[in-house]
């Protein structure tokens, strides 16, 4: 087992001096390897001094998936020069001795969406870094969808100026479908997206080609906006339901998708070509995809070689509670072997999108992003670019220094709630005699939605009638100044018991979302998100009793992770207090227009994947 490291005297000691803390620390601050090469060389074959050595240390080879007893890394310039046999440094260097600890490269996600943290990218830095990951690939069409290209490029800045190496899928599918079905804030075109590749050096990739149904039907649009990736030699992400697509899909250029639901599709995946993405979440969250997709390895034999690990989507609380280690360590408990469990968490993600000559292993020339391992897989310390950032799973003086000074998203980010004024009803005209309603069933875990036509014959009295059959009122307003419109609809099994609950993080075109029984506490809700330009809460008797407030885009605080993750924790109490059986992350979802069986989005209800309208109300 793990001993505690060692506080020697050659351990070296935090410095304290201004000018070290105030150094930037992000993806640039190592040299590009091609300005680094001699360096390197005379510190490997014993010219030149490392600026550190980890030394008694166990090293998890994610190269041949196992793990190599007593080495130390020689560091220098934030890169790794070598990795020797315990005690093979005879000079002055400084030391770190991990005492038999497990050191590993830092994990690389290769699907997350920033926003869902509910946090800045330079926020979400620190929880990342805490729980061993040192690279992600975010796909930002949250706020490109309420913000445009603009969105995609503030956020951009953002994490170039995180501690945390950033990279981007350039949002593929703003909107999700088209304006006749939901109005977004924004509209990513071909041509805009083309631009984003061109002006971005870390765009590696297109982000998830949601609308796979038009993929497959060969929308001329969907196919022009893979085509701006494909002409790019960039791979194109993807999300996709259903067996019956996945051959059009591969067919049409996508390559990877994290929406493997089970064994069967996730082999047929493997088979058409496409990397598969284990998605790992809570199973208090609508995320938990692994157990089941895994089965294509563990039940039917396929090789892990083009399987990762991914979260794509976390609320602060969980992402400091269920990072991307905990994935990892998910895939071990189903079978998988811990080093290959952590190379499908590090080595396969950097090699999908052809960076694993600069992360994802321990190898010479490879950035020192590391990690320092328990026996169970639970990271204790962080090496970023060769620093020291987390230590005892608490940020360490030089990572509270680059925290100290976020980047600040320009004033255009705050203003985002253009809701219609004045406020129309938020509940429909409701029908004199029997009808048959288009309602929306909830179930858990809160992804797909059931259509369920009920038979109602309401008499004098519909919010008896409603409370009867277990309905609730649920509104979607268009939130981006482009006509307000209002959408109403019935939820049935959601639980509601009292007040409302409303969200501006309706996905994916963010308008604003409100359910509930009193159109009064409805309408409080709305106001209270309007009040912060955005927000997630919670009314109960008239007044607002949980709030998380995002006021970037409607979708970011610009707090500290652990802050934001003390508001979603009272969020969720009074979400489940309120009898809500789904999580407010999947109440979220329910204007995504994109999986089935019925959503609502501001236009109306929809069918999905047929793209067809219903009306709330048909006549008996």
């Not at 067919?251 to 064994?263: K, L, P, Q, R, Y």
């Not at 809570?282 to 390895?297: D, E, F, N």
């Not at 090496?383 to 980047?407: D, F, I």
């Not at 005209?429 to 929306?440: D, S």
Request: with cysteine; hydrophobic share 45%; charged share 20%.
């Amino acid at each position: 087992m793990m001993r505690a490291p060692r506080s020697a005297e050659t351990r070296p000691r935090p410095t304290d001096t201004m000018n070290e803390l105030i150094k930037p620390l992000n993806r640039f601050s190592v040299e590009p390897l091609a300005r680094m090469t001699r360096r390197l060389a005379d510190v490997a074959g014993g010219r030149a001094e490392p600026d550190l050595v980890i030394t008694g240390a166990r090293v998890l080879s994610t190269y041949s998936e196992r793990i190599l007893p007593d080495r130390e890394i020689w560091i220098a310039g934030g890169r790794i020069a070598a990795v020797k046999p315990a005690g093979s440094h005879k000079g002055g260097a400084p030391r770190y001795d991990v005492a038999g600890g497990l050191i590993a490269p830092g994990l690389v996600d290769p699907h997350l969406h920033i926003e869902s943290s509910m946090v800045t990218a330079c926020a979400y830095a620190e929880a990342a870094l805490i729980n061993g990951t040192t690279t992600i690939v975010c796909d930002s069409h949250e706020i490109g969808n309420v913000l445009d290209v603009n969105g995609v490029a503030w956020m951009l800045e953002d994490a170039r100026a995180a501690p945390l190496n950033i990279y981007l899928t350039v949002p593929s599918t703003v909107p999700a479908t088209t304006p006749a079905i939901e109005t977004a804030g924004g509209d990513l075109t071909p041509e805009k997206i083309a631009g984003l590749f061109d002006a971005w050096p870390e765009a590696l990739g297109l982000g998830e080609k949601m609308d796979f149904v038009a993929v497959a039907e060969g929308d001329p649009r969907a196919h022009a906006i893979i085509a701006a990736a494909l002409e790019r030699g960039r791979p194109v992400s993807g999300h996709i339901y259903g067996r019956d697509f996945v051959a059009a899909y591969a067919a049409s250029g996508v390559t990877d998708t994290h929406e493997a639901i089970d064994a069967d599709i996730a082999d047929d995946l493997l088979e058409a070509g496409v990397w598969i993405f284990l998605r790992g979440g809570p199973p208090t969250t609508p995320w938990h995809s692994l157990p089941k997709a895994i089965g294509t390895v563990t039940d039917y034999g396929a090789a892990w070689k083009r399987v990762c690990c991914c979260t794509d989507d976390r609320d602060a609380e969980d992402l400091l509670a269920f990072g991307l280690d905990w994935v990892v360590r998910e895939a071990v408990r189903m079978g998988i072997p811990k080093p290959a469990a952590w190379s499908m968490g590090s080595l396969h993600p950097a090699t999908r999108y052809a960076l694993d000559g600069e992360i994802g292993g321990l190898g010479g020339g490879r950035r020192a992003d590391l990690v320092l391992l328990d026996d169970d897989l639970l990271p204790q310390a962080t090496w970023y670019g060769g620093e020291l950032v987390v230590e005892g799973r608490k940020p360490t003086p030089r990572l509270e220094a680059a925290l100290e000074k976020p980047y600040r998203y320009p004033k255009p980010a705050y203003a985002t709630m253009h809701l219609p004024d004045p406020l129309p009803a938020l509940v429909p005209t409701l029908p004199a005699g029997p009808c048959t309603v288009n309602a929306i069933r909830t179930t858990l875990p809160g992804i797909e939605l059931v259509h369920e036509r009920i038979a109602l014959n309401p008499g004098a009295d519909w919010a008896v009638t409603l409370a009867d059959h277990g309905l609730c009122h649920v509104a979607v307003i268009e939130r981006h100044g482009l006509g307000g419109n209002v959408a109403h609809g019935l939820l049935s099994a959601f639980g509601l018991k009292r007040g409302a609950v409303a969200s501006s993080v309706g996905h994916d075109s963010h308008n604003v979302i409100v359910a509930g029984f009193d159109e009064a506490d409805m309408r409080v809700a709305l106001q209270a998100i309007a009040a912060t330009e955005g927000g997630v809460c919670v009314v109960e008797d008239g007044r607002v009793v949980a709030m998380v407030p995002l006021p970037v885009a409607g979708l970011i605080s610009d707090k500290r992770v652990g802050a934001v993750a003390e508001e979603v924790r009272a969020l969720k109490v009074a979400w489940n207090r309120a009898g809500c059986t789904i999580p407010y992350m999947g109440f979220n979802l329910i204007p995504l227009s994109v999986i089935p069986q019925i959503r609502i989005t501001d236009m109306g209800l929809v069918l999905v994947p047929e793209m067809r309208q219903v009306p709330l109300f048909e006549a008996a």
